[in-house]
């Protein structure tokens, strides 16, 4: 049997009356009477039209309706409770103000709060003088029927064992609610509670539809500004206007403006603009601001910061909403802002907010990238025009040697039109070996090293060709650039000066002779002669004997440049500076000075000429021993490694001036700092470094004034498949030259 509480505010008792569970009314009972057949057929119509619809004001609307017209009540009121709250709020009724509506009540408090709380009905007598009762609705509308009703009954709303809300009736007639029209409000009540949990439930669904057709449009408002990024590819007016479009397409925005800064460290401008002016100040100084503190700027519901009081109000006047300034950053930098205004009275929610910031991104970067095909393709465009007015023939290849870029020097010298070669590899393109054969190798070593050789092309002219590594910034090689420049004419000087030379010296060479023998004659009878004459004669032979190891010294260069009687074998570089140290002891040991030899062992051998290498070694130990004070130290270091064998003759004398450094394997050059009487023809190192160079090595000096200088050997250590040993073993591109 459920229970009905029925409190009387008579001051002499309260009674507690039963009443028949749901359902199960005794027609028949004495407390409650026959139901008569329009009853029951008005208790089935009813709960038709309860259950008929799905929409929860209808619903609502239906059960305050029918309660009363059951009962004949004055009014009614449906109450839903909230249970994150649980509070029951007004939600439908029946003959009641407007203003009920919304207005809440907690559990246990009023006959509906006592209802829900203990979940039965709950009656009360002479409402209006009941103690307890709330007069939140007295507030809101004090000439209500509420405050002045005589009678009030509340049924709970239950569904699978759960209060939904309350059913709350009113008499103001001064009748009473009787035990039946309690009986009969239950039979209609598990309707009206499966209605609500049927219309509960679909609008839940379609809030989880509406919410799914947001992030649907949202999705879509999305993919839609990056396939307009995307087409627009680098043209920035495209770009930004539809994107702007777009966007407030998808977010039903009442207008739009997108600024952007087209190069780096430029100011906004306005790009594109929807149902706004060009020039506004306002909205150019919200932009600006965004800008400076790169981040969202929102000015909702009319206010903000004061500086803003004046927007605020120039968005009134146009009816319009909320303003959303969103920066546009790429890479820490802000290219632009994208500024978005809501219709009048619609505030910006957290998906719009999410959905601006995801647009901003796209169009950033966007921005970014345009910028960057900009800047690349100005560079390329400097680069083009560089390479168009040069001499030079210049030529990139990537990492595997295959051309990129010519300019029109290298198609004239080369041959080749580089339509036609992009992305072949440089031996398709042009059938030079020499330039063919050292970026084959420079490939296949993958050594990031310059290289420098001389070309000769096909109408006998020459260049000389630098080729460069490229290197990205991890430190990968990824690619070469050749330069060339025309040689032709120094070739040609080099070999009128080199005639010219040998022609002299070989002039000189007679006349020198005779000299040098009339001296002898003379020198024998020196006991003729006075002090003055043997000095003045003395004078005489020295200088006819620098004359002479002039020449020789200028014919031997000249023998080696030319690569006269150049034989290449394996050659014991270790041999060669064991027999230069022994026969330099002696001097040595005259100057009081120490010579120390160290080779760390292993085989050091070389593919070289002996007697030109022994000249190598000769002449950088006898330049130390000679600039080297008495008492000092020099130090013969030979290593051989598994590519290269080194040698290093280290001196402790004045060492050598950055300047003099530059130019001392110059011909006829001498350090004008070094501080000693002793003469030479100043070719000694530039004999070094030229028998080095046809080597294949390289030669180089490191000095410190007043520490010493070190000079240093790098040759190619011998390998297991060497070439025959022919003066033209060594190609010409593999032998770097200086011009």
Partial sequence: MAITTRVRTSSTIDRIRATPAHGALNPRAGQTGELTHAEIETIGAASLAITASLNMEQVLATVSEQAVELIRASASLVYLLDRNTSLLQVAGGYRIPTTYHGLTLALGT??????????????????????????????????SIRPSANCAVAIPLTYNRQVLGVLELLYSDGREITNKDVALLQLITPHAATAISHAQLFERSQQVMNLLEIINDRGAAVSSVSTAVINAGHNLKKMSDETLMRTVAALRLAAGKVFLSEHEGEALVTRSVYNLSADDPGLARVAAHCASVRQTILLQNMTAFAWTQDITHWLAERHMGALVAVPLIAEEEV?????????LGRPFDTGELDTLHIITGQLALGVSNARLFARVRAEQQQISAILGSSGDAIIGLDANGRVQVANPAAERALSFAIIDSVGKPLAEVTLNAALNATVDNAIKTQQAQPAG??????????????????VDPAGRLSGWVAVMQDITHFKETERMKSDMILTASHDLRNPVNLTMGALDLLGKRAENLTPVQKEALELSLLGVHRIEALIKDLLDLERIERRVGLRLNQCNLAEITQTVVTELALPVQQRQQQLLYEHSGGAASVLGDAQRLYQVVSNLVGNAIKYTQPGGIVTVTLRAGDDQVRLEVRDTGPGISPEAQARI????????????????????LAIVKSIV????????VTSVVGQGSTFSVSLPAWRDNPPASTADTLPLATRPVSI
């Fill in 453 to 470: 050789f001389e070309v000769q092309l096909a109408n006998e002219s020459f260049l000389f060709c630098n080729l460069s590594p490229i």
């Fill in 110 to 143: 009023d006959v509906a709060g006592r209802a829900a709380r203990s979940g039965r009905a709950f009656i009360v007598d002479n409402y209006s003088a009941w103690e307890e009762r709330t007069h939140v609705f007295d507030e809101v509308a004090p000439d």
């Fill in 693 to 700: 160079e046809q080597h294949g090595g390289r030669v180089w």
């Fill in 665 to 684: 394997f110059e011909r006829f050059y001498r350090a004008p700092s070094v501080a000693t009487d002793e003469r030479g023809t100043g070719l000694g």
């Fill in 335 to 343: 290219v632009g802002v994208l500024e978005a205004i809501a219709p």
